[in-house]
């Protein structure tokens, strides 16, 4: 029987709460019953193990309507974090996780979890088809309605971390020229170097002036962690 919970568990577990109604999957005892001990079995784990995690990532998609916390983990939240923006990533991943499991493949650490590289590799095999004609896709994707949790940010604050930088990334050696937005100023983004989910604050010291590359790098890239500690040494700089 196997106690301890991998990212990859978590993320197959996230996948299956965000593929039911939150109400069916919580109250519907007989399905939320089936739903467990199926992944009970899929993941060597008791399905008392498995129905407390499911309830905390519930707790995380429905912005605590549903679902319990007490007992999640930075894992769980870092999970939902990554993929609640982004199912179609998450699918993916998901079910690369769960075939692995099926066939009991050695390399489930090595799981191949990079969802641009897959479609990279898509794009360079129809390419070399010569395949171009836009025929695959949904012409009328599903609608979902969610409960989302979201932090108060104040407007203000904002504006004076765009007129602090100039307007300009502030990622060292950053060469972005910021298009024209929409009320006529130059388009930069502000973001927040220690997370508001994480306890971080609403403050001209907790934010940085990014261009939207690096502010997707920042949240998602390889070296985010790194561009964290830089951005906030910068903060800490100034202070001082």
């Not at 007129?163 to 927040?192: M, S, W």
Request: charged fraction near 30%; include cysteine.
């Amino acid at each position: 029987m196997n106690w301890e919970w991998k990212r990859q568990e978590i993320i197959l577990l996230f996948y299956t709460v965000c593929s039911y109604p939150p109400a069916k999957f919580n109250l519907d005892k007989d399905n939320h019953l089936a739903i467990t001990n199926e992944l009970a079995g899929l993941l060597q784990k008791p399905p008392s193990m498995v129905s407390e995690k499911t309830q905390h990532l519930l707790y995380l998609n429905t912005g605590g309507k549903y679902g319990k916390w007490s007992g999640g983990t930075k894992v769980d939240r870092e999970v939902f974090e990554e993929f609640n923006e982004d199912k179609e990533r998450l699918s993916f991943v998901a079910t690369k996780i769960k075939e692995d499991l099926l066939n009991h493949s050695s390399n489930y650490e090595d799981i191949f979890a990079d969802f641009g590289e897959a479609e990279a590799k898509e794009i360079e095999r129809l390419t070399k088809e010569g395949w171009t004609a836009a025929e695959i896709g949904n012409s009328a994707p599903s609608i979902q309605y969610r409960i989302i949790k979201q932090h108060d940010r104040i407007p203000t604050v904002s504006a004076i971390a765009k007129l602090r930088a100039g307007f300009k990334c502030e990622i060292q050696g950053c060469d972005y020229k910021p298009f024209v937005g929409t009320y006529n100023l130059p388009y930069v983004e502000v973001h927040h170097i220690n997370r508001l989910a994480d306890g971080g604050e609403d403050t001209l010291k907790n934010m940085a002036c990014l261009c939207p590359k690096h502010h997707r790098e920042v949240h998602f890239g390889k070296e985010k962690e790194n561009l964290r500690k830089m951005l906030w040494e910068k903060r800490t700089t100034e202070t001082e």
